[in-house]
């Protein structure tokens, strides 16, 4: 089960940490992601990281602004999303990356508003 | 930069057979790009359809079934339902540990 936090509303320029809490398998066995949605739109990709947290990657339009983070010990995935627009607006999904590039599990969301 | 494509919209009658595809703006679709596919009803998260081009991930109706056709990568529904009105996307891996979504595929079903 993935659950994901930190959502809320924050004026553009603004700064939001999100949090995805894992149970139910071995979290640091497995990549993770987090994939978006803004509003009445289609799923994006925005970054994955590796099990030990030694590589991460994401899309271009949040490289340099979004940091992803994990914590073994804790079960748990961070995004840190600093300089927001209104085109980061939207639902945050947390899932759980699979070998052959696909995602298995997700999380419920949660919602991210930038506006002033 | 390489958009991934997918028809906006589709309709099928109920019981019918649907084939959604997922593109390349530039290229062909193969195996070594692992399609997946997704399921998404209005407010609910995502759920895993296919993986692997035509992997059924667990609990799905073998209905559903996934392909390389021509250029492409399919998701196929044999015997559509109410139920399969839904947003389908799928997932293409680009490389260089970069995903790329379609931009999804509104199925109506009537």
């Known amino acids: 089960q993935l659950v994901e936090s930190g959502g809320g509303v924050v004026q553009p320029g603004g700064s939001l940490r999100l949090s995805c809490a894992a149970s139910?398998?071995?979290?640091?066995?497995?990549?993770m992601s987090w994939v978006r949605q803004a509003p009445g739109k289609g799923l994006e990709w925005v970054a994955n990281?590796?099990?030990?947290?030694?590589?991460?990657y994401y899309v271009d339009s949040v490289k340099g602004r979004f940091t992803l983070s994990r914590d073994n010990a804790k079960d748990s995935l961070s995004l840190q999303m600093n300089s927001l627009t209104v085109e980061d607006a939207g639902i945050y999904y947390c899932?759980?990356?699979?070998?052959?590039?696909?995602?298995?599990?997700w999380g419920q969301g949660t919602l991210v508003t930038v506006s002033s | 930069q390489t958009v991934v494509t997918q028809e906006p919209s589709f309709s099928v009658s109920p019981g019918g057979t649907v084939t959604l595809t997922c593109g390349l703006s530039?290229?062909?679709?193969?195996?070594?790009?692992?399609p997946s596919w997704y399921q998404q009803t209005p407010g609910q998260a995502p759920r895993t359809l296919i993986y692997?081009?035509?992997t059924r991930s667990s609990g799905v109706p073998d209905r559903f079934s996934g392909s390389i056709l021509g250029n492409k990568a399919a998701l196929t529904i044999t015997g559509a339902q109410a139920d399969d009105e839904s947003d389908y996307y799928c997932?293409?891996?680009?490389?260089?540990?970069?995903?790329?979504f379609g931009g999804g595929t509104k199925l109506t079903v009537l």
């Open positions: 899932a759980r990356a699979r070998s052959g590039y696909y995602l298995d599990t």
């Open positions: 139910g398998f071995t979290f640091r066995n497995f990549w």
């Open positions: 990281i590796k099990e030990d947290g030694s590589a991460k």
């Open positions: 530039s290229g062909a679709v193969s195996t070594s790009h692992y």
């Open positions: 692997r081009t035509d």
């Open positions: 997932i293409l891996y680009m490389g260089s540990d970069i995903w790329v």
